[in-house]
């Protein structure tokens, strides 16, 4: 792409004022549509050092209302986001609904700065990563415009060095710059590669001649005009950005799935064994959660379950062997709203251990094809869609190393009866039972369906699915401690 | 303190299972009083290395219903937090209304962290900011339970010695811990003089004797217990949990300020005169913002003013001059439900620059003095709380190394009406005027008695304000870009 384009492009001073004077009052404007309509636009900036990067960005967002747009300036990744999944702090600042997030580099800087940290990461996880990422939010009703400014060799020397010649810009040239022009050729190959392999339906390149700074500018402004018009449009017409195609997706090797109905809740273990077993676990996952936190390996464990099966007893007996400096149990509620302005995974970036640490999630990203769909929240022709993008959300935290278990705490229907009414009875419990979980109890066989398809769709063998038969709270105890410390186990 | 305390108490077996059997069903339920009555409470460990900080946080929090607590863990800075005020870390971490926000080492910690880089900033100078910002807090209703457990010598060495010994634990014991142990006394004088000189009325420290563990945990179980009841009591009577006595507030010298209507709002600038001195100015600035960058000065500029008077015309001539990866104009609406669950001043510390960084803010902290008062949202009462507030926080801001600019963009009553129906006749401009607009010009002479008092009480000589007269938009532009450019110039 890089090769051939023609570097030479020129606007003269006229042709650029008459189209910045038509431009203006549109961008103005498009921007309040956007607003209006809730389009989240992300617009990206990226090309060699001098290109003009930063002058087109600062163009453009004079134009646009402070209360609608960010500006993030992608550096060098700081400690925590080197403890945490690579795409994290870009994911992170994905825009809300109606909003525009502008990026001065983004992902693709940050994939070669880390990258020359040598993170053990190959090229091809990074284009994965990237490629999943942007379609994710593509097909959540993201616009996303990636524009790519280049120059040739000779004007970058020139640029480079009239920074140099000036004393208060002169702070602004790195050795990594004078490096970077030694290697033109080569470097312009691995931009190239980079381009050519993420150059998508859902978020192509645009390949911005840039040589002549103002014809680079007014082709941005006028690209990003004419883009967010065709994208008000369509989204007038109640139609979408982009048509998602099911071979665009990733397919994970899915693990054989028993139904629900298959296992026997009523499996206990006798009180003497119970007090042995459990205090044996716990000492030795006190010592693993050392070791886990020396290693710096990071671990999600997921509950899910009925109403009063005991998820929370559950958490307990493991919290309580661990470092509460090395461990957080995430509670899931119903989204806030700022949470529901964004895709739907987004709110979870938040509860995501660092390497080491501990992250127990009571309820999970997996309520979106359980209570969501009961409830129907969502139409039941996203739902493919939805496991997708779970098991890649779950693929990426594998790949970056995490230990990740699934618990389904499993009560049957007259066991949950009794606990339901236990609660009601016990003045410290009876915050714990609502309205709203006699009601779920009603959609009992909805949920049982949910649930199948959901392991059906979701048992993948990186983070595959343990039925925990919890009818007797102290077996079910035991089952969780002992599948936690035999995960660890086989990691270290 | 700590020199005269008795470190041998002890707790046996028998007396501490009574006493944790009666606490354990409380706590759940203060919790659930907690959450329901909306109050905000912070519970921090503090005390030196192996004092079992963790293990009696570690009990605590199995009792408290995770979806209503965090843990937070201070470690060293990460290369942004160094680069804010050096309390921003901890403040952002406070605890949303009804929720418990616990710290495992607390800003005392992170206070001697800073200290030990070495930033400029003296010992009373923490001291202050920390019972500034504890005493916000409690004047906003938060509940702050400040607990050190403190071990003798032996005690202590015999501890890490345990910890060495152990393969899975031996990495907890770093040189730090052990240069610790030799400056015992030394140390325990320092952290004597701490904790004398932060003990408030309204957040009391709590000395527990820790040498038995047992009667560690359940002293601070049942202090815990004890406080929270207090609190719940004091919030259902409808009492403040601590009186605010105005004599415990900093005082800040105030420069004479002048009424808003002794001002000529009416002053111009020949057309030909502003092409060129913008221009001038504006090619000043770009170099001085490169410098400011360089020098890693943090600037804070803020604009207030009557509606269509001009902030944003003001705003984008600064911004025009500057590098959008060191500005950022930050928006200031109504607050969101999050924010409004939060002290005041709390949804500003996201919008505070970076060292090197300016940031813009379109309206400001001023909206609590300015339209909270006069659309009676909050009672008259506290407004002399309020001016205290704003200037301990701007003087924090201050002493952390900002340049403080604030605006009074002001336009007369005559010139706000042409302007109204001016952006009422141009399509383009219609989205910035609406009914509230018109509402807010009806109060126009109780917004005159607001500015004035805030002018009154906030004029510090560390963060003064600058009417900009601007019923000639020319005029007010070069005005403010005059006292953007000069007093960088001044600072550098």
């Not at 020139?158 to 970077?180: C, F, P």
């Not at 099966?309 to 062997?321: F, S, Y």
Request: net charge positive; hydrophobic share 40%.
């Amino acid at each position: 792409m890089l090769k051939e384009l023609d570097l030479n492009q020129k606007m003269n001073k006229q042709a650029y004022k008459t189209l910045m004077d038509e431009l203006k009052p549109q961008l103005v404007l498009l921007q309040q549509e956007v607003k209006r309509l809730g389009i989240p636009v992300v617009i990206l900036f990226e090309g060699p050092r001098a290109a003009g990067k930063v002058t087109a960005l600062a163009e453009l967002i004079l134009h646009f209302d402070p209360r609608g747009f960010r500006v993030h300036s992608t550096r060098e990744p700081e400690p925590t986001d080197l403890r945490m999944p690579w795409l994290w702090r870009f994911a992170k600042k994905a825009p809300a609904r109606g909003s525009i997030t502008l990026f001065d580099n983004s992902w693709y800087f940050g994939m070669r700065l880390e990258q020359s940290k040598k993170r053990g990461r190959n090229y091809p996880g990074y284009i994965r990563d990237i490629n999943a990422f942007e379609r994710q939010l593509a097909d959540d009703g993201c616009l996303i415009l990636k524009y790519f400014l280049f120059i040739s060799k000779k004007e970058q020397k020139k640029r480079l060095g009239r920074l140099a010649a000036s004393k208060a810009t002169r702070w602004q040239v790195t050795t990594q710059d004078i490096d970077y022009l030694k290697n033109y050729k080569r470097n312009r190959e691995l931009m190239d590669g980079v381009l050519q392999s993420t150059d998508t339906q859902w978020a192509p390149w645009h390949v911005i001649p840039a040589t002549c700074k103002r014809y680079a500018r007014a082709a941005v402004m006028q690209s990003v005009a004419g883009e967010l018009k065709r994208a008000i449009a369509t989204k007038e017409a109640k139609e979408k950005l982009f048509e998602s195609v099911p071979a665009q997706r990733t397919v994970f090797r899915l693990l054989p799935a028993r139904g629900i109905e298959t296992y026997d809740l009523g499996l206990t273990v006798a009180d003497e064994e119970y007090r042995r077993e459990k205090k044996k676990l716990q000492t030795r996952l006190r010592d693993l959660h050392s070791m886990l936190y020396s290693k710096k390996v990071p671990m999600i464990l997921c509950f899910e379950g009925n109403d009063a099966a005991g998820k929370g007893g559950n958490i307990k007996r493991i919290a309580r062997a661990l470092d509460p400096r090395g461990y957080a149990v995430i509670p899931t509620g119903a989204p806030s709203p700022g949470e529901l302005s964004h895709q739907y995974l987004w709110r979870f970036l938040h509860g995501l251990p660092r390497t080491g640490h501990i992250s127990i999630f009571d309820r999970t990203w997996y309520g979106r094809v359980l209570v969501e769909r009961v409830e129907g929240l969502i139409p039941e022709s996203i739902l493919p869609r939805s496991y997708d993008e779970i098991n890649e959300f779950e693929y990426m935290l594998h790949k970056w190393g995490a230990v990740i278990l699934k618990f389904w705490v499993a009560a049957s229907k007259d066991e949950q009866l009794l606990r339901f009414e236990a609660r009601q009875a016990a003045p410290e419990k009876q915050w714990k039972i609502t309205e709203e979980d006699w009601r779920n109890r009603e959609k009992w066989d909805a949920y049982q369906t949910a649930i199948n398809d959901m392991f059906r769709h979701t048992n993948t063998d990186f983070a595959p699915w343990t039925v925990v038969e919890s009818n007797s709270k102290q077996y079910a105890r035991l089952k969780t401690l002992r599948a936690v410390t035999e995960a660890i186990e086989q990691t270290l």
